[in-house]
């Protein structure tokens, strides 16, 4: 692993985010190539959190444009201020100014409303993190769109003239795969797929973002998440869930994994009624009683054994 | 990193420390993976070879971990191109480790691993004929036993119970139903367009409720009222049946399938008899006759028996959550001519409903007058659908307009 990489690597760890080497290293590559990198993967794994840490640990600003259905451009790039506009040119009606003047004045920096992507290519110190948010939400016309501002990083506004980025912003945008992103899209980004994370990310990942929580406890944790993720639900719990979890469990001064906290916590990391239902009482218990003195080398096995057991007992529910 | 791409990885660095000195090389060699890549329907074209030459300039080209990641990054470009990219990965540079494992036990004989890659780094690319053999444009595989036996499976054959020739079709009868159902496939997207460009205007002021908002100032504007989108474009899901018992009809409605995902856009479409294949991509941009004729060659068991409920429990389970929202219609072509369990074909009806916005199911066999949905299969899914409607013939087809809106 070449130096940079490394520096990438610490950098984020340093911002508690456990990374994993591909991270770094597609991280390590935008940045070098100048490259947006476009991150996929499920909910709760920790895409958007990327890029706030790349921000902070860049000591850069970072702006963060949603998408979602029928956002525009308006909304995304820049809009003027009309209520303003309006109310200066009521003010100056009954002085007799030069139109063209009084025209310049409203069209000018201050009547200007920034949108996130407008701010992200307009910043004078250094260069931004831009998160361009659950692309795949938007419209196809708005990521047309999105393609033309990320290959030229410039805008033209007609009454302004054209605006382009003194400094590129280094952009990360985020998907869940609701629909397939266009090719074009996708060939100007470096793409990185985040999955759930293996058992060990997720015990470093519980140790370093709960502090205080005991070794035992947070391995059970993890390891009750690596197996629970096997079992069809409606709603797989990702990273966040753990994290919540632990802090419930760490609120209630539990010192490990007992049936009756389990199943009284499961609603903080399972978060639909339905699976809820189907884990509730014997699959719970399944899990809980054979998950003691399992060694690391062991766990794999105990996954599979004890997914195989749930899905059967799940399923005849 | 992950445990797939270490193996694949190692292989790449063997070869990466030799390359560093001849950047020559890198670059054919690079060049050659890009192609095979593209062979495999990977997202592989001179920009991305570009991009991967770049980024090998800024990685340690001698560390495995390094350049797989960094050619990951650049070619694959969503989570199924993975372990294609694996494989090729493994396979590319397997093949040149091998040759240079030839070239170095027949020129060092005495030394040592750590001298012969010493070594092998002035001696420069004699391998390079060789590699030839595993690009897709090189002169054939001959002479590599070892590389036949492990030549990229394309498609795994256990499951092609039977392939069809669509090219034994009457070419003129195939023209004719083509240009039908092409029209039927544009009028049904132009009243899909009609509602795209209310909604553009969407963004746009409305000056009527403007003037009138504003009154309360005086005739002074300063609240602006904007039109809102008010109807979303429903997306298509299709999951059309190419089990034996739906051989006639089956050509038919892909062809609709095709016409429709090459107007509409916003179109994914699925083919099953005993599994279910996703072929949007198939779709997308080739002429009809060659997609039919890809499809046929390279889906499993085309014209087999029929497992409804199967593929539809595979399709809920890998592609449901990610495609399917309460904006989705989903629409099965099927005869519902089930051999499957009935229980199994419920429960994927029942999840398929609750996802979506809408289920249609056609089924040809409705065309006729004394077709009852008797077969198991048939009545169960019936409780989970909002439209059920006949598939036989163009007019069949035309009507269907009608059904393609998400009513909330």
């Known amino acids: 692993m070449i130096e940079g990489i490394r520096r990438i690597q610490d950098m984020m760890e340093r911002e508690q985010y456990v990374t994993d080497r591909a991270v770094a290293t597609t991280a390590f590559l935008a940045m070098e190539l100048k490259k947006p990198v476009l991150i996929e993967g499920q909910a709760g794994v920790g895409k958007t959190e990327i890029a706030k840490v790349l921000a902070t640990a860049l000591d850069t600003e970072l702006i963060r444009l949603q998408c979602y259905e029928g956002l525009d451009v308006n909304t995304a790039l820049y809009e003027w201020n009309y209520p303003k506009q309006m109310l200066r040119i009521k003010m100056e009606e009954g002085s007799h100014r030069d139109v063209t003047q009084q025209e310049s004045e409203i069209f000018s920096d201050q009547f200007l409303l920034k949108r996130p992507l407008l701010r992200a290519i307009s910043n004078q110190e250094k260069a931004p993190v831009l998160l361009i948010d659950e692309v795949d939400r938007a419209d196809e016309e708005f990521e047309a769109f999105l393609l033309e501002i990320l290959s030229d990083f410039q805008v033209t506004i007609p009454e302004l003239g054209t605006i382009s980025a003194k400094f590129r912003p280094y952009v990360v945008l985020t998907s869940n795969r609701t629909r397939e992103l266009s090719d074009a899209l996708k060939r100007r980004c470096l793409y990185l797929w985040i999955d759930y994370p293996t058992f060990d990310k997720e015990l470093r990942i519980v140790t370093r973002k709960v502090p205080g929580i005991n070794e035992r406890l947070a391995r059970q944790i993890a390891m009750f998440m690596q197996a629970i993720r096997q079992v069809r639900l409606n709603k797989t719990p990702g990273v966040a869930e753990t994290l919540d979890w632990a802090m419930a469990m760490m609120a209630l001064h539990q010192e490990h994994l007992d049936p009756e906290t389990v199943s009284e916590t499961l609603g903080s990391f399972i978060k639909d009624r339905d699976d809820v239902a189907k884990l509730r009482g014997k699959p719970l218990d399944i899990m809980l009683s054979s998950m003691n003195g399992v060694e690391e080398e062991d766990l794999q096995a105990w996954i599979q054994s004890v997914t195989q057991r749930l899905e059967k007992e799940v399923a005849t529910r | ?408």
């Open chain 2, 1 to 408: 990193m992950d445990s797939v791409g270490d193996a694949a990885a190692r292989e790449g660095s063997r070869y990466a420390l030799k390359s560093r000195a001849k950047h020559a090389d890198l670059q054919r060699h690079v060049m050659a993976f890009g192609r095979e890549l593209r062979a495999r329907e990977l997202l592989s074209t001179s920009s991305e070879i570009v991009d991967s030459l770049r980024c090998m300039e800024m990685v340690d080209v001698a560390d495995r971990g390094d350049v797989y990641l960094g050619m990951r990054s650049v070619f694959v470009s969503r989570p199924e191109d993975v372990p294609i990219f694996d494989e090729v990965f493994n396979q590319f540079w397997r093949n040149i480790a091998r040759i240079d494992e030839i070239d170095e036990t027949a020129n060092n004989d005495d030394m040592s691993p750590d001298d012969q890659a010493g070594d092998q780094m002035e001696e420069g690319g004699e391998g390079q004929e060789q590699l030839q053999l595993s690009s897709p444009d090189g002169d054939g595989g001959e002479g590599d036993e070892e590389g036949d036996e492990e030549a990229l499976p394309l498609y795994s054959p256990v499951e092609m119970l039977a392939s069809k020739d669509f090219s034994r079709f009457q070419a003129d009868e195939m023209q004719e139903i083509a240009r039908a159902v092409l029209v039927i496939a544009k009028r049904l997207a132009t009243r899909e367009s009609r509602r795209v460009r209310v909604s553009t205007k969407g963004h746009q002021i409305d000056p009527r409720r403007t003037m009138r908002r504003n009154m309360k100032y005086g005739g002074t504007i300063l609240e602006l009222a904007r039109r809102r989108r008010k109807i979303r474009k429903p997306k298509l899901v299709l999951i059309c049946d190419v089990s034996r018992s739906m051989d006639t009809y089956s050509r038919f409605l892909l062809q609709f399938i095709h016409a429709l995902q090459n107007t509409i856009g916003r179109v994914e479409s699925f083919v099953f008899s005993t599994t279910l294949t996703r072929v949007t991509d198939y779709f997308r941009h080739e002429e009809i006759l060659e997609a039919l004729d890809r499809i046929a060659r390279e889906v499993h068991d085309w014209s087999g028996g029929t497992r409804i409920g199967q593929s539809l429990t595979t399709f809920n389970a890998q592609y449901a959550k990610q495609l399917v929202t309460r904006n989705s219609i989903v629409l099965i072509l099927s005869d519902g001519l089930d051999t499957g369990d009935a229980e199994i074909l419920r429960l994927a009806m029942e999840e398929i409903e609750e996802r979506a916005g809408k289920v249609i199911w056609l089924n040809p066999l409705l065309g006729s007058k004394d077709y009852r949905p008797l077969a198991r299969g048939m009545s169960t899914a019936l409780e989970h659908v909002d439209v059920f409607a006949p598939a036989h013939n163009l007019s069949s087809l035309e009507d269907l307009g009608r059904h393609l809106v998400v009513r909330r």
